[in-house]
């Protein structure tokens, strides 16, 4: 069991970057539609974003799994300084995408890499551990927007892309100075040699592919909850700027709060239960979200059941693999999570076009029909490589 060192780095270095995160990623759509006028332009800020997110996932788990993760992580925040720089320069719109795939090529490591980290440095306490690091995660977005708002109340200037550079590069140096190194491959057996192959034969397992899918539907909720949701709710419930911007809070801290009490509890009685728990609360939350006038109380509900969700799935997925393994899991885990940020929004999108509010509807019965597949299979051991 290692000490307390790695887990105190790696948070406080992701709290410090998504602090800065939070601070400047209400500015950019603003930005490029005051130089475009164009909506499908402002779609483009998250879209070329997660589409390097997405390509650097496999490649940079695989890559940790050889030659270590801190310095792929510390790589990761100086990627997204940079990001920060470009942006303070940006004067096009294309000068502002190409920030964004620098920013998804940084953050694509720290997302993955830390809950693999923390499995190796905490094997009996990981669900306590990646709880604490995605909770440190969201903890800082739920910051970043109101320390934006105090340095530049208009939103206009410069100074947040400043302090996210300052922020990011402050990360690095607490993860170089006190992160400890640590390679999975070095820990495993001499002869495992971490590859695709590897990680194929993994997800192959029935069991392995429905954890998979569940992730993928979180993902769509995650995205849908701050995308599309937000101006659903808006239209139905006639909430202004000051509303919203309490919707995404309540949103982050249900998320980080979550996992911060199921976390230790997975470890103690196992993930499926809360896996299944997790994934029922957050489609019952979004169906009350979309009935109920308590928008923000069934918001929270569906927020802290997706959080029991994550950090029980990430768990169990690293519980499946090798030593040697633990960092192409968890990127897999972010591929799949990625995959339904992008696709969740736009199959709801093109629903709703269709039948008002029917996509949401959709996405809870999905999540419903995997909530009822994971219990059916519920104690089938997932397949180690």
């Not at 332009?41 to 974003?49: E, I, R, T, Y």
């Not at 270590?68 to 719109?93: D, E, W």
């Not at 979180?218 to 995308?227: D, V």
């Amino acid at each position: 069991m290692a000490g307390n060192r790695t887990i105190i780095a790696l948070s406080a270095a992701a709290t410090l970057l998504m602090i800065g995160v939070g601070m400047i990623v209400p500015l950019l759509p603003q930005r490029v539609h005051d130089q475009t006028g164009s909506l499908e332009s402002v779609g483009l800020v998250a879209s070329v974003f997660a589409i390097a997110y997405l390509l650097a996932q496999l490649p940079v788990g695989l890559l940790a799994d050889r030659n270590g993760a801190k310095p792929l992580l510390v790589a990761g925040y100086l990627l997204c300084a940079a990001a920060g720089i470009a942006f303070y320069f940006s004067q096009t719109a294309v000068q502002i995408y190409l920030g964004r795939i620098v920013q998804g090529l940084g953050e694509a490591p720290i997302w993955a890499l830390g809950p693999a980290v923390l499995s190796l440095a905490y094997p009996s306490a990981k669900g306590r551990a990646i709880g604490i690091y995605n909770a440190a995660i969201h903890a800082g977005l739920t910051i970043g927007p109101l320390i934006g708002l105090m340095v530049d109340p208009s939103g206009a200037g410069g100074r947040p892309f400043l302090l996210f550079s300052a922020f990011c590069i402050a990360g690095a140096a607490v993860l170089t100075a006190f992160l400890p190194g640590m390679n999975a491959a070095r820990l495993a057996e001499r002869t495992a040699r971490p590859g695709l192959r590897d990680a194929l034969r993994l997800f192959s397992h029935r069991p392995s592919l429905v954890v998979l899918a569940g992730i993928v539907l979180y993902g769509a909720a995650y995205g849908a909850s701050l995308t599309v949701l937000p101006v659903t709710i808006g239209s139905l419930r006639g909430l202004g700027p000051k509303e919203i911007g309490v919707f995404f809070s309540v949103f982050y801290a249900g998320i980080g709060l979550s996992q911060l009490v199921a976390g230790p509890l997975t470890d103690r009685y196992g993930r499926d239960g809360f896996m299944i728990g997790g994934l029922t609360l957050a489609a019952l939350g979004l169906v009350a979200t979309l009935l109920m006038p308590a928008t923000f109380v069934s918001l929270a509900i569906s927020s802290f059941g997706l959080g029991v969700f994550c950090v029980a799935s990430l768990a169990k997925l690293n519980d499946s693999a090798p030593q040697h393994l633990k960092g192409t899991v968890s990127s897999a885990y972010y591929l799949a999570w990625g995959f339904g940020y992008v696709l969740g929004p736009m199959m709801i999108g093109t629903v709703d076009r269709m039948i008002v509010e029917g996509g949401y509807w959709v996405l809870c019965l999905l999540m419903a029909v995997e909530a009822i597949t994971l219990a059916v299979l519920r104690g089938v051991p997932a397949r180690k490589g």
